[in-house]
């Protein structure tokens, strides 16, 4: 009887975690996501990137964890589009500190989520105000002489 009653128990705690709203489930995504990168676990946030984004994301975090380093990451608030649920976004304060000067900045940042087969998936992030260091794009490497001069025009002038 005892069995029963304790398989019983995990059958309706399954399906009520499999029946969160979809409320619930943005909230789970922004802030399961904040956290991983607030933590350096970039590896684990990229999951949470919709995968026609996640080259962006990478090229926008590539300094996190290695130049970039963040103190404090306070979700402000989050907002759902439509009755379907399908677009939501979340403003989202950062402070952090750049190795490279040692001075704190702060940053808010506007995400964009989509719904995608139940779960919600960041698809942008837009600096609002403050430092716009945080999701600035690295800088261009310089061109090599020999492929500049491979990519000049010829001069055919006698």
């Known amino acids: 009887m005892r069995t029963v009653s304790l398989l019983l128990a995990v059958?309706?705690?399954?399906?009520?975690?499999?029946?969160?709203?979809?409320s619930e489930k943005l909230r789970e995504a922004v802030n399961g996501y904040n956290e991983e990168v607030r933590w350096t676990r970039l590896d684990?946030?990229?999951?949470?990137?919709?995968?026609?984004?996640?080259?962006?994301?990478?090229?926008?975090?590539?300094?996190?964890?290695?130049?970039?380093?963040?103190?404090?990451?306070?979700?402000?608030?989050?907002?759902?589009?439509?009755?379907?649920?399908?677009?939501?976004?979340?403003?989202?304060?950062y402070r952090w500190y750049d190795h490279r000067d040692m001075l704190m900045a702060e940053t808010l940042v506007l995400q964009t989520w989509e719904r995608t087969r139940g779960n919600f998936y960041l698809t942008s992030e837009e600096h609002l105000e403050g430092d716009p260091g945080l999701l600035r794009d690295p800088p261009e490497e310089p061109e090599d002489d020999a492929d500049a001069a491979a990519d000049a025009p010829a001069d055919d002038s006698p």
């Open 11 to 22: 059958a309706l705690s399954g399906c009520m975690l499999g029946n969160l709203s979809q």
């Open 44 to 93: 684990l946030a990229v999951q949470r990137v919709a995968p026609a984004h996640r080259a962006t994301f990478r090229l926008h975090h590539m300094g996190w964890g290695r130049d970039i380093q963040l103190a404090d990451v306070e979700v402000m608030g989050m907002n759902v589009a439509g009755e379907d649920v399908e677009q939501a976004t979340s403003t989202v304060a």
